[in-house]
């Protein structure tokens, strides 16, 4: 049981946690509000929602994602750079998984396959046992824009745009009406204790701030899993820890489930699990302190 | 993403570099403004003429000339004198007689014997000495040879007719001198009209007064009725050595009432066929029309290379856009957006920057030129009652328009196909 290990953040933060709260009675109503989605003719979508809630699933392993054996590398010749070497991976519904590695380990490269943002050159990939390599263009690119939230850590938030349309973009991708994805965005920025900040500039902001808006954007679309690329890593201490819970809290009350690309170790001790990647493969000897730890 | 979403943002996108998108709009501006302004002389012009044309009514009338004797061919030397041949004689103080080229009385009669012409008249040049009324003075006149054959632009009174009396048509420009005091009041009067006879002798020919017409392209003088011009003829010819043979260097033929085109053609064909040119009052405005047609199709070439050139200044500035935007489209297609609408995006901006720029240079251009064409109307071109020079129609504004859309579209393709080609991982890892 991955996910009662991760530590969660609770009533030691009482003016935070009563937003949230809010924010989760609203997440369980949106839930059941967008659970129908057309994924066009003879496609299905292989993150189709269970019938049932979450926490009445057995102990029984679900997985999201699996990955077989996964390489990539780029350039040629000379100059060829072999960022993944064969990575085999699986991750659960509603776990926490943490990436970790150090700069040019072939973390991030790892994380860009699993959310289909770039293909492997060998292995398989599997959402919900169905092969990513079957997947239409077309598919995936609702796959990315329905179920995957991203957290970038440089924010990538539109310059001069505001607060608000910058978490209206995935919505505005997916072909919601004006008002309706206005009033989602609003929410899911409430539920962020943002929506004051709602027609500021999104580059007014303060860094912190500015992930909320990220996480906001991420959460708008109501995904299964959000994809954080070192979440914390352009923030302080204080704020960075404010970031975690409330990611792992997503985790907690919504049952998102997170891949959390990191070096800080801090970090990756919060989560569920830890895959340790080193030089393109998984550092079994990481694995094996840890257990022993 | 939804349409309207997509073109709301394009539009949002444009305002982003506000300095750039200026620029490249003011690029495409002075293209369209040139573009719309050329179009509209040319429709101004064209306008004008036609309605010119209009005036003149009697399609049933073709100017002939006899063509013009095979040039000999090099080397070959003169050609062999031909007695019978007649030489000009129509007019009256004219030079050493010119061969050739010239329509003699058997010329007149062989047209006459063409097929659907009724009749033949040959031009007759009437040089008179002055035009008189009561005793307000001598003043000299010309004679506008078109007058019998052109609805006049009646400012008073009525067209020439076919009576048997002597009848005259006024420009207004001619009464003051002439002393009367409107157009009105000089219908009906009689004014006097003199002439020399071949010896050198005067005669004077009393005319009525039918009507003031209003000066126009095409109608410079006094016009003269039938009656009034063989009268005339007739005296200048006094006293002519009998063995000069008469000779016209036009003739008017006349077919029967509105000529189907075909009709026309053929008639045309045949004096063809027998050594005559014949021409209506349309094809004569209509080489005049294509002279203008080739004017403005000169000036909107320019146009269309500015706006070429401006097309370039686009590339630009999208290619600018996307370099500048790497990370946001990287985002968008991170996030699920498809290339194809990527490609939208960035295209719908450039055809925006078109529109924008062609819309501002077609306003602009609309006022400016209606300004300028009425100020031109009411100081230089007075003279030309009717005259805009510049008409600027909803269609071709319209077309205008369009092609730079077309051409800012075409403009659009580079850079909306380097964006939606982005791949989002190297997108969103470009610094």
Do not use: W
Not at chain 1, 129 to 150: I, P, Q, V
Not at chain 1, 215 to 240: C, H, K, Q, S, Y
Not at chain 2, 164 to 183: D, I, M, W
């Amino acid at each position: 049981m991955p996910r009662d290990s991760c530590t969660v953040p609770g009533a030691e933060n009482p003016p935070r946690d009563r937003g949230l709260s809010a924010g989760a009675q609203n997440a369980a109503v949106r839930m059941a509000l967008h659970a129908p989605r057309s994924y066009g003719a003879g496609a299905t979508n292989p993150f189709s929602r269970l019938p049932y809630s979450r926490d009445d699933l057995p102990v029984t392993t679900n997985p999201v994602l699996t990955a077989h054996a996964l390489h990539k590398s780029y350039g040629a010749g000379e100059s060829r750079f072999d960022a993944l070497k064969g990575v085999s991976l699986t991750v659960e519904e509603g776990e926490t998984v943490a990436i970790v590695g150090k700069s040019g380990s072939g973390k991030s490269t790892l994380m860009h396959l699993l959310a289909l943002l770039d293909t492997p050159d060998e292995g398989e990939l599997f959402l919900r046992g169905k092969n990513a390599r079957t997947l239409s263009r077309r598919e995936t690119n609702r796959l990315r824009n329905r179920d995957f939230g991203f957290v970038f850590q440089q924010f990538f938030l539109t310059p001069g745009a505001s607060v608000v349309d910058n978490v209206i973009l995935p919505l505005k991708i997916a072909g919601v009406g004006s008002r309706e994805r206005r009033r989602r965005a609003l929410e899911a920025l409430d539920q962020l204790e943002l929506a004051d900040k709602a027609k500021n500039k999104a580059t007014d902001l303060s860094g912190g701030q500015k992930q909320r808006v990220v996480i906001a954007r991420a959460l708008v679309n109501n995904p299964t899993i959000i994809f954080a690329d070192e979440p914390t890593g352009n923030l302080d201490t204080a704020t960075g820890t404010l970031v975690e819970d409330i990611l792992f809290s997503l985790n907690e009350r919504q049952g998102i489930t997170l891949v959390i690309v990191t070096h800080d170790t801090e970090l990756a001790e919060r989560c569920g699990r830890r895959i340790f990647i080193k030089d393109g493969l998984e550092d079994p000897t990481q694995a094996r302190q840890e257990v022993e730890s | 993403m939804k349409f309207l979403d997509l073109l709301r943002s394009a539009i949002g996108n444009t305002f982003r570099s506000k300095l750039r998108t200026t620029l490249t709009v003011i690029a495409i501006f002075i293209g369209a403004f040139t573009l719309t302004i050329t179009s509209a002389i040319g429709t101004g012009i064209s306008n004008y003429i036609d309605t010119q044309v209009a005036s003149i009514g009697s399609t049933n009338m073709l100017t002939v000339t006899k063509k013009a004797d095979a040039p000999q061919a090099a080397g070959s030397g003169p050609a062999k004198y031909n007695p019978a041949q007649a030489t000009d004689s129509s007019g009256f103080d004219r030079g050493p007689a010119a061969s050739g080229a010239v329509l003699s009385k058997a010329d007149l009669t062989k047209i006459a014997r063409v097929k659907g012409i009724t009749s033949v008249h040959p031009v007759v040049q009437i040089s008179p000495k002055y035009i008189e009324y009561a005793n307000h003075g001598k003043y000299q006149m010309t004679v506008n040879i078109a007058a019998t054959f052109t609805k006049a632009d009646l400012a008073a009174g009525s067209q020439l007719g076919d009576a048997n009396t002597n009848e005259v048509l006024l420009p207004t420009s001619y009464l003051k001198n002439l002393g009367f005091g409107g157009a009105h009041s000089a219908v009906g009067k009689q004014v006097t009209i003199a002439i020399d006879d071949y010896q050198g002798v005067e005669h004077r020919v009393d005319a009525t007064v039918v009507g003031v017409q209003n000066t126009t392209l095409l109608n410079g003088g006094v016009g003269l009725n039938q009656n009034l011009t063989d009268q005339l003829s007739e005296v200048q010819a006094t006293g002519r050595p009998a063995t000069l043979a008469p000779g016209y260097a036009v003739a008017m033929a006349h077919t029967a009432k509105n000529p189907t085109s075909t009709q026309i053609d053929a008639i045309k064909k045949t004096l063809s066929a027998e050594g005559y040119t014949g021409l209506t009052v349309a094809d004569q405005i209509g080489a005049f029309q294509t002279v203008i047609g080739g004017i403005i199709g000169v000036l909107n070439a320019f146009a269309v290379i500015a706006l070429i050139a401006a097309g370039f200044g686009i590339i630009n500035t999208l290619l600018m856009s996307v370099q500048e935007r790497t990370r946001e489209i990287g985002l968008m297609k991170a996030m699920g957006m498809g290339g194809g609408k990527v490609y939208g995006l960035f295209s719908m901006e450039a055809v925006f920057i078109g529109f924008l720029g062609s819309a501002i240079g077609a306003a602009v251009g609309i006022g400016l030129g209606s300004l300028i064409s009425n100020v031109l109307s009411d100081t230089v071109l007075s003279g030309l009652p009717g005259l805009h020079v510049m008409q600027f129609a909803p269609a071709s504004i319209v077309t205008i328009i369009l092609v730079v859309m077309a051409i800012a579209f075409l403009a659009g393709t580079l850079p909306a196909r380097r964006a939606a080609r982005q791949n989002p991982i190297d997108a969103l890892r470009y610094e």
